[in-house]
């Protein structure tokens, strides 16, 4: 995992700074330069718990809410069969731009399009 080279919350054992991983061997603290085994953080790694949030926070990940607001029936000539009745609902992206997108679904064949 890419991840023991991005985020460590351990903490040096002389001065408390939280640990750096310049490579998969050791951690250094970057305040007074003690190194530690790595296998000596792995280890206690099985007993730390992490939520997804915090996991996509500290990969930058942008944390996209969707929502769905309404399923509903409208009158759409699906461009697939023909059929003119679609599910349809929009989904607000809350971190997007493009801001709210409506999803149809054809009642009779599956097929899906979509509108911003
Ligand atoms: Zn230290
Ligand atoms: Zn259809």
Do not use: W
């Amino acid at each position: 995992m890419a991840y023991y080279s991005s985020r460590l919350d351990f903490f040096c054992h002389l001065c408390g700074t939280t640990l750096i991983v310049p490579s998969r061997e050791y951690a250094q603290c970057p305040l007074c330069k003690s190194l530690r085994d790595i296998q000596d953080i792995r280890d206690k790694e099985i007993s730390y718990t992490i939520t997804a949030e915090e996991i996509r926070r500290e990969l930058g990940m942008e944390i996209i809410e969707e929502q769905k607001v309404q399923l509903s029936k409208v009158n759409k000539k699906c461009e697939k069969c023909g059929h003119d009745e679609a599910n349809f609902y929009t989904r607000q992206m809350r971190s997007a731009d493009e801001g709210q997108t409506t999803f149809y679904t054809c009642t009779r064949c599956g097929h899906q399009s979509q509108e911003n």
